[in-house]
């Protein structure tokens, strides 16, 4: 899914919502009930916070559940939105939900970085960074080789039955960013 709209992204731009947009990719679909247990608030506020998703098209009720315990599901797996918006009104709400993302993502790094990790995973999991020398045309064909090279991957949360058993769910978090000038330093 593309975000454009300025409205849904700052419907998206707050921790909780996309930390629900992780839970429902992980769990299939879940009621507010399940997932207020899971981020240990209470199933009104997390119900509130899944009607907004709903409200712009993040989320949807799961199809032949009645009554209360109604789940949500994702409409989709992956988000996007681009940073570079052509009105003032874009640009504020794309740079509150790259700053929520960013902060998400940070702050989850971070909590792996200290995590006890089971042996079967101890020195498979990588960290790294690299600084390229890289024209536009460059940058832009790398994003796409490393979208092509996971998406087998990103297959097995459409698929669960193509999840390997012993597999879990791993974050790959991929970012490109201009370094600023030296000589504007």
């Excluded at 092509?148 to 097995?156: F, K, M, N, S």
Aim: hydrophobic share 40%; aromatic share 8%.
């Amino acid at each position: 899914m593309k975000i454009k709209d300025p409205k849904a992204m700052r419907a998206l731009a707050h921790p909780l919502r996309i930390q629900f947009l992780e839970l429902l990719a992980i769990e299939g679909t879940a009621t507010a009930t399940r997932l207020a247990e899971l981020v240990d608030e209470n199933p009104s506020n997390c119900s509130f916070h899944l009607r907004v998703l709903a409200k712009f098209g993040y989320i949807e009720r799961a199809p032949g559940q009645t009554g209360r315990d109604r789940p949500w599901r994702l409409v989709d797996l992956d988000q996007s939105w681009d940073s570079e918006q052509p009105d003032e009104d874009g640009q504020s709400a794309a740079s509150a939900l790259d700053q929520a993302f960013l902060d998400w993502e940070h702050s989850r790094m971070k909590a792996a970085a200290t995590a006890t990790v089971p042996e079967a995973w101890k020195g498979r999991l990588s960290r790294s960074g690299a600084t390229l020398w890289l024209t536009p045309e460059e940058a832009e064909r790398l994003g796409a080789e490393i979208a092509q090279l996971i998406a087998p991957y990103t297959e097995r949360w459409r698929e669960p039955d193509a999840r390997p058993a012993d597999g879990r769910p791993v974050r790959l978090f991929h970012n490109t960013y201009l370094l600023p000038d030296p000589d504007r330093r």
